[in-house]
C-alpha cells in the first residue's frame, strides 16, 4: 500500500486533462475519454482484475473473491469546466491503490469491485448523477433527457451514443448491482467545516434532501420616473424580500440547513421601468425530511404574505427534489474505527452537495462515505486543494474501511 502514489498519479492526471484555468474532464468530451482510458491503464496487468464498460457508460474494474457478494468502491473522474484537480477523481484513483493491494493479498474473501461513474456532475447538459442513477435503476426521464442540448445545441443522446450509451438501454445497468453488499466512497468534502475543526477526515451521515423550485412573482410595468414609490407593484420587491427571509428560515431549522436563491432574472429588465416580473430559482437542502418540508412549507408562506404586502401575484413550480439519503449505521461506525486508526479522531456530517453514493444507497445497497478536508472550503474552481498529507490519509482510511467491510460482509 503506497498511498504517496495516490498523490502522484493525481498530478499526473491533473497534467494530462488540465489547463492553467483547471480541470476539464467533462463527461462525453474527448477530455474526459482520455481520463478513462489512463484510469484503465492504471489497473492493467494487475494480476486478478477484470475492466468491462456497462449500459450506461460507467467503467468497472473487478476482482474476483472466494463469493460473489461484492463489496463496491466508487467515484467519479468527470469534473466541471475549469473545474478542481480532486472532486470525484480522488476516490476513484484512491481506489486503484486499495484494489492494487488486495490484488497483491491473494482471493479477497468477497468480490470487489471499483466503479467509475459516468457523468456524476452533469456539466455538459445539465443532468447530474446520470451513471449512477440507470445502475440504481432510478433513472426514469430518457423521454425528457432526449430532448437535453448543450450549450452548442448538440443533443445529449447523439452525445452518449458517441461513447456506446444507447438511452434506451441506460437502465440495463442495474445488473451491475445485484450482488452489490456495500458501497464506500471517499470524497473532499468540498466545503469548510472538517478545516475549521482542524481534522483532515470525517465521515458522513448522509446526503441531504432538495428541494429545487421556480417563483414567479409577477406585478405591473410602469414608468421609472413618472410611477410614485408608494404606487408601485414591483415584482423584485417580492423576490428580495423573500431572499432575506431565507436566511431566517434556515436559522430556524438549523442542524445544517441552507436555502438559495441561485438566480433572479427581471423583465422588462431596462432601467426605465419598475420590474413585471421577476423569475427566482430556490434551492433548499436539509438531512431531515420534516425540516426540510418545513422549510419549504416556511418559504411558501413568506412568499404569500409578501406578495400581498406589494400588491404581487407569486406562483411556484417544482423544478427537482430528491429526499435526503441516511447512510448504513454500521459502515458508520467502521468508517470512525477507520478513521480514528490513521487520524486520531472522527467527526460525523452531513454532505450538502449530492454524490453517486445517494443513488446506490436508494437501490438498498448498505452504503458509507468518507470525507477529506477541502482548504477554504472551496470546490469546482481551480483553487481547490487539500493537503498532501491529509490526501493520503484519505487513502489509509479508504484500506482500512474496505478491509473492515470485506470482514463485516464476510461474518
Not at 437535453?148 to 444507447?166: F, K, P, Q
Not at 483532515?200 to 421556480?214: I, K, N, Y
Not at 413568506?302 to 454500521?330: C, G, H, K, M, Y
Request: with cysteine.
Amino acid at each position: 500500500m503506497t498511498p504517496s502514489r495516490t498523490v502522484e498519479e493525481l498530478r499526473e492526471l491533473r497534467e494530462l486533462t488540465g489547463n492553467e484555468d483547471g480541470a476539464q474532464r467533462v463527461a462525453w468530451t474527448d477530455t474526459w475519454s482520455q481520463a478513462r482510458g489512463w484510469l484503465s491503464g492504471k489497473l492493467a496487468g494487475t494480476p486478478g482484475v477484470e475492466e468491462e464498460t456497462d449500459e450506461a457508460g460507467n467503467q468497472w474494474f473487478t476482482l474476483r473473491g472466494a463469493s460473489d457478494r461484492t463489496l463496491l468502491i466508487g467515484g467519479h473522474i468527470d469534473s466541471v469546466p475549469n473545474g478542481g484537480w480532486l472532486d470525484g477523481c480522488l476516490n476513484v484513483v484512491a481506489g486503484v491503490e486499495v484494489l492494487r493491494r488486495l490484488a497483491e493479498d491473494g482471493e479477497p474473501a468477497l468480490t470487489v469491485r471499483l466503479v467509475n461513474w459516468a457523468d456524476e456532475e452533469g456539466a455538459r447538459f445539465g443532468r447530474s448523477l446520470f451513471g449512477s442513477s440507470a445502475a440504481a435503476g432510478s433513472m426514469a426521464d430518457q423521454d425528457e433527457l432526449r430532448e437535453r442540448t448543450d450549450a452548442n445545441g448538440i443533443r445529449l443522446e447523439d452525445a452518449v451514443s458517441e461513447y456506446g450509451v444507447d438511452l434506451d438501454r441506460a437502465t440495463d445497468a442495474r445488473r451491475q448491482l445485484e450482488n452489490a453488499a456495500a458501497y464506500l466512497e471517499l470524497h473532499i468534502e468540498q466545503g469548510p467545516v472538517l478545516e475549521s475543526l482542524d481534522l483532515p477526515l470525517g465521515v458522513v451521515l448522509g446526503t441531504f434532501g432538495v428541494e429545487r423550485h421556480l417563483i414567479t412573482w409577477t406585478g405591473q410595468a410602469a414608468h421609472a420616473g413618472s410611477t410614485p414609490m408608494d404606487r408601485r407593484r414591483d415584482a423584485l420587491a417580492g423576490a428580495a424580500k423573500l431572499e432575506l427571509e431565507l436566511r431566517e428560515i434556515a436559522k430556524r431549522a438549523g442542524e445544517g440547513a441552507v436555502c438559495t436563491m441561485g438566480g433572479v432574472v427581471t423583465k422588462p429588465g431596462i432601467v426605465t421601468s419598475v420590474v413585471e416580473t421577476a423569475e427566482c430559482l430556490l434551492d433548499q437542502r436539509h438531512l431531515e425530511a420534516t425540516q426540510l418540508a418545513e422549510m419549504l412549507s416556511n418559504a411558501e408562506a413568506a412568499s404569500r404574505r409578501f406578495a400581498q404586502e406589494e400588491e404581487l401575484e407569486v406562483a411556484w413550480d417544482r423544478i427537482w427534489n430528491i429526499e435526503p439519503i441516511l447512510f448504513d449505521e454500521t459502515l458508520i461506525g467502521l468508517a470512525d474505527e477507520a478513521v480514528t486508526e490513521v487520524a486520531g479522531r472522527s467527526h460525523h456530517l452531513p454532505s450538502g452537495p449530492l454524490h453517486d453514493a445517494a443513488e446506490v444507497s436508494r437501490a438498498g445497497v448498505p452504503t458509507v462515505m468518507l470525507f477529506v478536508q477541502s482548504l477554504r472550503g472551496l470546490s469546482h474552481t481551480k483553487l481547490e486543494d487539500t493537503k498532501p498529507e491529509h490526501l493520503e490519509l484519505s487513502v489509509q482510511a479508504l484500506d482500512r474501511l474496505t478491509d473492515r467491510g470485506l470482514a463485516w460482509l464476510a461474518a
